[in-house]
């Protein structure tokens, strides 16, 4: 399936506000992030956590079609 | 209680109103504000930005905690999101609660959450000119 993946800040930065993945129809969310670590092609980016639909995943979290999936690199709040 | 990412400057003193209730013995307000030097670099200002929906989400979720393990409904929580120049407030925190220990304790839960789950991003911006992204989570940081 094509998986949008929304970007913030260091990941947007180098990426763009999204990128655009072609993933298994069953997939996770370890997947997604060994699927973006290879479209970054070797950049330095820092290890984001994956979330869906607005929660943090595990690795293991299934990820479907239609599903809102982000990056969420460090996060540096307050 | 209530919860709110915001792109307009904070009124620190409004959101201590708000928590103000004569069932509360003690009010504590923390304010987070925008430091001229971190990690031995001088600081101009912040880029703050948001994953909008879930950060909103997150706050509140936060919020509840508090709520519900320290037992005061009087919990308002505020976070600026834009560009934000030196000493502007990026977090307002006001909690009201019958006693002082426990109107403390709720005000640092909800910021040491914050400052973990809530997908927020700095960028900060260095008098030499250049702008980077902060990752709290790096080895270098100082404390």
């Given amino acids: 399936m094509a998986l949008t993946v929304l970007l913030f800040a260091s990941w947007a930065d180098a990426l763009g506000p999204s990128i655009a993945l072609d993933l298994p129809a069953e997939t996770t969310a370890g997947a997604v992030l060994d699927a973006a670590f290879a479209a970054a092609a070797g950049r330095a980016l820092p290890k984001p956590l994956v979330a869906v639909n607005h929660v943090y995943a595990k690795p293991g979290t299934p990820v479907r079609s239609g599903d809102e999936v982000a990056l969420i690199p460090p996060v540096a709040g307050g | ?143």
């Fill in chain 2, 1 to 143: 209680m209530r919860t709110a990412i915001v792109d307009h400057p904070l009124d620190p003193t409004a959101l201590l109103a708000e928590v103000a209730s004569t069932a509360s013995g003690a009010s504590t307000l923390f304010v987070g504000t925008v430091r001229e030097v971190n990690a031995g670099r001088a600081v101009e200002g912040i880029d703050y930005s948001a994953y909008g929906p879930m950060a909103g989400k997150e706050l509140e979720t936060i919020a509840q905690e508090a709520v519900d393990r320290f037992g005061t409904t009087h919990v308002v929580v505020e976070h600026r999101v834009g560009t934000l120049r030196l000493g502007e407030a990026s977090i307002v925190i006001a909690v009201s609660h019958a006693r002082r220990a426990a109107a403390m304790d709720a005000m640092r839960y909800v910021i040491e959450e914050t400052k973990k789950r809530v997908p927020i991003w700095k960028r900060e911006h260095y008098a030499d000119g250049t702008r980077e992204w902060v990752d709290p989570s790096a080895a270098s940081v100082a404390v």
